[in-house]
């Protein structure tokens, strides 16, 4: 280190360090002592750059903790096995796609497998340096191969190998990312159940390994099922005490798959926080947020490992009657109008909703047993008889929903998925935003005493 400057004095400096320091702690984020910061856990979908126009500098960073992309998954190779070896979903999105300069973040231009999402999100980190990012392996659509893998000694030595690759810097594949979330929905079966297990030791065991030799943590987490069925393939007790936390993913109560001839009734809530006693559902006291939340616990998950799931969307349901306002009667899945905001059948991301909800025409209402609202109103696809259901979270919903989470001293809320939000995380109407504000969290966007004291020490 350089001598002081001649017109500087000591005491002066030291001085000026001291209010310096109290500055920096004034303005940190205050976590009570012996309290444990909650995480606000956000999903970005790779496939988010296209229709969507969602791309990473497009996340409210500063309002999360951890972000985890979704997805990449273990290798196909063509009528051959798996060998448990992770690959890119698209290659396009993830490695080469260009970004012009947005948010703060500079411009991104093609390099080979150094720019796309991937670059785009150590953009990122660079810009919030508290933010930490984790690749997720796997999802609904690619957790074919996670029972041949999770059989397999020598697969899960390949997966678990190819897990720490793809999150160290530094290599072909290293992403220079910071952890992994391994979302297999589901195990079906009690193999399944033990071999999970053997898989996410495997994962833990390369990850730690690889931190001894880059000197950091990497975080090792999953995302787990809500649904009675798959939580009993799921061995609660063991998986908690290999990992970080558990994603949990309080959604997707009712949905299409409830149709008839099931003795469910295809309307219902999509995250409904307890039972209604009118709904005739011979499973209705399972179907809900805190019934899964109490089976964790009773297994045995310590609290600040479970992670509660919040959806940013809500299902839909048409040609149903104006009876009990659509609630509990028969209909179908819709629209599918292929809009911005209605990507999927009888599904709408949050800030449609709150579209349709401003519409005189559809009429809001509020369940006090579940906790949450829907809309009723006319039908999108024409020709139809009765009229839309939709069920939904709003900042209502979600205000008990962390209440529930701050009683049961969960860990934090987790997202699906961060484009489903209003895309201002200021918004009064913004779940990350109402969130974020609301838990006790350190903010990804921290800041840095190291330039100024460099400038009060250095000539």
Known sequence: MSALPRNVCKPCCFLMLF?????????????????????????FVQWGIYARNYEP??????????INYAFVRIKKVKDQPPTGELESVDVHADF?????????????????????????????????????????????????????VAADPA?????????????????????????????????????????????????????????????????????????????????????????DWINIMTYDYHGPWDDPPNPIPPTGYNAPLSPNPNDPSTDKDKLNVNWTVTQYINAGAPTNKLVLGLGLYGRSWE?????????????????????????????????????????PKYTYFWDNYSKVPYLYGPNMTPRLSGGMFISYDDIR????????????????????????????????????????????????KGFSAGPI?????ND
């Not at 150590?122 to 933010?131: D, I, S, T």
């Not at 009657?321 to 028969?330: D, E, S, Y």
């Open 57 to 66: 500098a497009d996340i409210p960073a500063a309002k999360l903790t951890h």
């Open 397 to 444: 919903s979600v205000t008990e929903k962390v209440n529930y989470l701050k009683s049961k001293d969960l860990g934090g809320a987790m997202f699906w998925e961060l484009s489903g939000d209003i895309h201002n995380a200021d918004d009064t109407n913004s779940i990350v935003g109402y969130v974020s504000n609301n838990i006790s969290h350190v903010s990804s």
């Open 19 to 43: 209010l310096v320091s109290l500055v920096l702690v004034t303005l940190s984020p205050v976590t009570p002592l012996g309290a444990e910061p909650d995480r606000i856990v956000g999903y």
């Open 155 to 243: 697969k899960r030595e390949t997966f678990a190998i190819s897990c720490a690759n793809w999150v160290k810097k530094g290599n072909q594949f290293g992403q220079g990312m910071d952890g992994i979330d391994v979302d297999w929905e589901f195990p079906e079966s009690a193999d399944d159940r033990s071999n999970y297990n053997l898989l996410l030791q495997a994962v833990r065991a390369k990850l730690d390994a690889q931190g001894r030799v880059d000197g950091k943590t990497y975080y090792l987490t999953v995302a787990a099922p809500a649904g009675e069925k798959a939580i009993g393939y799921f061995d609660i007790a063991t998986v908690a005490g290999l990992v």
């Open 319 to 359: 040609k149903v009657p104006a009876t009990n306002n659509g609630l509990f009667q028969t209909g179908i899945p819709g629209p599918n109008t292929g809009t911005n905001g209605n990507w999927e059948n009888g599904v709408f991301d949050y800030w449609r909703i709150m579209q349709i909800y401003g519409d």
């Open 96 to 148: 080469q796609s260009s970004f012009p300069a947005k948010n703060g973040l500079p411009a991104l231009d093609w390099s080979e497998n150094r720019s796309g999402n991937f670059g785009r999100l150590r953009q990122l980190k660079h810009k919030y340096h508290n933010l930490k990012v984790l690749v997720s392996v796997g999802g609904a659509k690619d957790s074919a191969n996670f029972q041949n």
């Open 453 to 457: 004291i460099n400038l009060l020490l």
